[in-house]
């Protein structure tokens, strides 16, 4: 099997055809166009065909992700999402890239089991719920402003993990490591709201059908932060939100109390794994 990197603006149709051959309801079939901006797209090739796909995202700052690792169905069981990763990895060297990130459904065994073989080793197990907007008498979030200042992260992913949604529309990817700075910086993208002990990034828009919401929570309790949230998007003429969210069994009983649901092309239990690429140990 070789690589070979994908030419979007002549081959996307061949890449339309290897996902949907592999997998008829799969969801980068709608995301593909994101994932050509954003992407290194990979093919694996075996005596002309396409056998495997998956892409490398630079983050910057040395920080990016190995995702979307397919294998055609005639080719699973014999080495080749292996070889293909290897690849990736070696691809995500060569454009200097020291920390390598992958987020698996936990219902994936054999990929989880795949990276890691690979020496991905797991950080965060988080979940994504979605929820209605709706106009609400929850007192709405407001627009910060560069006088705030916002002590944290706390709680949510980023006090948990140390890593921060970078927002699409920011960095053009999620889950890099938390920097103080980035708090100024949503505040000029007008992407950080607060209200009383609250607060959270978003980003509008992030999906046109429907208007959906992203949010990165920073600060608050459940049960105060997210109607806050459900009438912010309804005030941003957003259809919903969706967000990353810690994935406990009390946590996960919480956020069903309160009206969010699963993502429907996600499990329940998602797992960030992450891969230092430069001998050292992640932190």
């Known amino acids: 099997m070789e690589l070979h990197r994908i030419e979007p ?12 051959a592999s ?59 292996g070889r293909f990763l290897d690849g990736l990895l070696a691809d995500a060297r060569a454009i200097g890239l020291t920390e390598v990130r992958a987020v698996i459904d936990d219902g994936n065994r054999a990929s989880r089991q795949l990276f890691t073989r690979h020496r991905f080793r797991p950080v965060l197990e988080m979940t994504l719920r979605r929820a209605p ?38 960095d053009g990817g999620r889950l890099g490591r938390w920097d103080p700075r980035l708090p100024d910086r949503w505040v000029q993208e007008h992407k950080l709201y607060l209200g009383p002990c609250l607060a959270a990034a978003v980003q509008v828009d992030w999906q046109r059908q429907p208007r959906t919401m992203w949010v990165n929570p920073l600060q608050g309790e459940p049960a105060s932060l997210f109607p806050a949230l459900t009438a912010l998007a309804a005030a941003l003429g957003q259809d919903e939100w969706q967000a990353y969210l810690p994935s406990t069994e009390p946590l996960r009983r919480v956020y069903a109390d309160l009206g969010l649901t699963p993502h429907a092309h996600w499990g329940d239990r998602i797992h960030l794994y992450e891969r230092a690429e430069n001998g050292t140990a992640l932190t």
């Open 9 to 20: 603006e002549r081959e996307l149709d061949l890449l339309r055809e290897f996902l949907a």
């Open 23 to 81: 997998d008829p309801q799969d969801y980068l079939l709608d995301d593909i166009e994101e994932w050509v901006r954003d992407g290194r797209l990979w093919a694996g090739v075996d005596e002309g065909s396409w056998v495997a796909f998956g892409r490398v995202h630079d983050l910057g700052h040395g920080q990016g992700w190995v995702s979307g690792l397919r294998v055609a169905p005639s080719h699973r069981g014999r080495g080749v999402g």
């Open 133 to 170: 907007a709706r106009r609400s008498a929850a007192e709405l979030l407001r627009p910060a402003t560069p006088g705030d200042h916002l002590t944290g992260p706390v709680g949510w992913i980023p006090g948990v993990s140390g890593r921060a949604d970078l927002l699409p529309g920011s």
